[in-house]
């Protein structure tokens, strides 16, 4: 009984070797929640200052000209919203995952790691310089579903080296993504729950998931 339950074990800690090598299992659960409150926090500044905009437009009465200055300076306040938020996460989801490397005894930065970030920075990257085309056409109305949509592929495309929880995540993205092209009007309401809701409960779960017993 005694070398049966020693062969699981070995058993056991052989699987887990082997999908130290084959997947990027360094990535933090926690990082994805501090990603959502950072998302939800920006996203909330954006609504704000866009309140702003509204009442300052209506006491000055001068719609055209008040509005042409404000949309302007409300497309720089949230192109560098949306930059502090995007720091702030790729900051702490290194620091963690460093963290949670060192804990498992690896090296952050491997060749599986490099496969992880090309993997993930094409698609993102496309999504980038496609927003900043938008944006350069005024198009604003269509960044937010765009952000999602690419954000989702980006996750589907590295999901194959890291947890099946993010191929999942990615596919919720991408819908979310669509459903925002369709509603339009409420951009800012589908990318909080993309990149902030879902963030929280999706890093929530991976932390239970993978990241408690460590």
């Known amino acids: 009984m005694d070398n049966s339950n020693s062969n699981l074990n070995d058993l056991a800690h052989i699987r887990q070797l082997m999908e130290r090598s084959s997947k990027f299992v360094s990535l933090s659960g926690l990082s994805g929640v501090f990603a959502g409150l950072y998302a939800l926090v920006g996203a ?24 042409k200055l404000l949309s302007l300076s409300f497309t720089q306040f949230c192109f560098v919203d949306a930059l502090l938020v995007l720091i ?93 092209m369709f509603f339009l009007a409420n951009g800012l309401l589908f990318w909080s729950i993309g990149f902030g809701l879902m963030h929280i409960i999706y890093g929530i779960g991976m932390y239970f998931k993978y990241e408690r017993k460590l």
């Open 44 to 67: 909330g500044m954006v609504y704000y200052f866009n309140e702003l905009d509204k009442n300052l437009m209506y006491e000055t009465g001068n719609f055209s000209s008040t509005k």
């Open 88 to 180: 702030f996460s790729l900051s702490t989801s290194f620091w963690l995952s460093y963290k949670k490397a060192n804990k498992l005894g690896e090296n952050i930065w491997n060749n599986l790691t490099k496969l992880v970030f090309i993997n993930m920075m094409v698609p993102l990257a496309t999504g980038g310089i496609f927003c900043l085309l938008l944006i350069y056409h005024h198009q604003f109305i269509f960044v937010a579903p765009a952000t999602l949509i690419f954000y989702g592929l980006a996750l589907v495309n590295v999901s194959k080296y890291t947890y099946t929880d993010i191929f999942q995540l990615g596919i919720i993205e991408i819908i979310i993504g669509l459903f925002a």
